[in-house]
């Protein structure tokens, strides 16, 4: 059975760091795309980070201030988020699918995100 726990989440100032954590069990992260997801009221759900074994990107809204990487030995999901702003508040989901091969590369597609948390709320205020 496929469970994405994230945890993390808080309450900031602006310029302060949190660091989420998506736990995962049922399948190993290092082998499927990997990805944060975040989405504030009124607002479209944003593809913050995505990885796929050491290949990452990023958003550029988040470009230079987050990071996403594996923890393999606790099969976790990370997120590491400085220099935060207003305007990162948001519920943030941990999200995993399938990888595609495009006749080139493996390369992780937004559609392809099949399993989901239940999110975590990250709300940076000034």
């Known amino acids: 059975q496929v469970q994405l726990v994230e945890s993390g989440g808080g309450s900031v100032q602006t310029g302060g760091s949190l660091r989420l954590s998506c736990a995962a069990s049922?399948?190993?992260?290092?082998?499927?795309?990997m990805a944060w997801f975040r989405q504030a009221p009124g607002k479209e759900r944003e593809q913050v980070g995505t990885?796929?074994?050491?290949?990452?990107h990023y958003a550029e809204s988040v470009k230079g201030r987050f990071t996403v990487s594996l923890d393999s030995a606790k099969n976790t999901l990370l997120l590491q988020m400085n220099s935060l702003n207003v305007e990162d508040t948001a519920m943030y989901f941990c999200?995993?699918?399938?990888?595609?091969?495009?006749?080139?590369?493996?390369?992780?597609?937004?559609?392809?995100?099949?399993?989901w948390g239940q999110g975590t709320q990250v709300t940076v205020s000034e």
């Open positions: 049922g399948f190993i992260v290092s082998g499927r795309c």
């Open positions: 999200a995993a699918g399938s990888h595609y091969w495009n006749g080139i590369v493996y390369i992780c597609r937004t559609a392809d995100f099949t399993y």
């Open positions: 990885i796929l074994k050491t290949s990452t």
